[in-house]
């Protein structure tokens, strides 16, 4: 059963705040937020390279159209993942699988 509606006044950060914490809104905000935020931290180089980004759980799938720089960026795995992480200002990725 739907909850009663608050008609009290209420400040629009607050609104909005509560609509995109809906879970399956929220999916797709965070989801929009990690590409764009891959895109900016990557540089241009890689962001080329890149064809999809998807978060599954706190796996981070980004497939990558070269094999060699998908080999080099396993190499540095973890300093991405705590860069993304730091940048998201909250634990989200534990893991990124380039394929």
Known sequence: MASPRNFEPQKISKVLKDFSDQKSLNKGLQNAKIEELWHKEMGQNISAYTLSINLSGKK????????TLKEELRYGEAKI?????KKLEEEIINKVIFH
């Open 60 to 67: 981070l799938f980004v497939k990558i159209k070269s094999s």
């Open 81 to 85: 993942v705590k860069l993304l992480n």
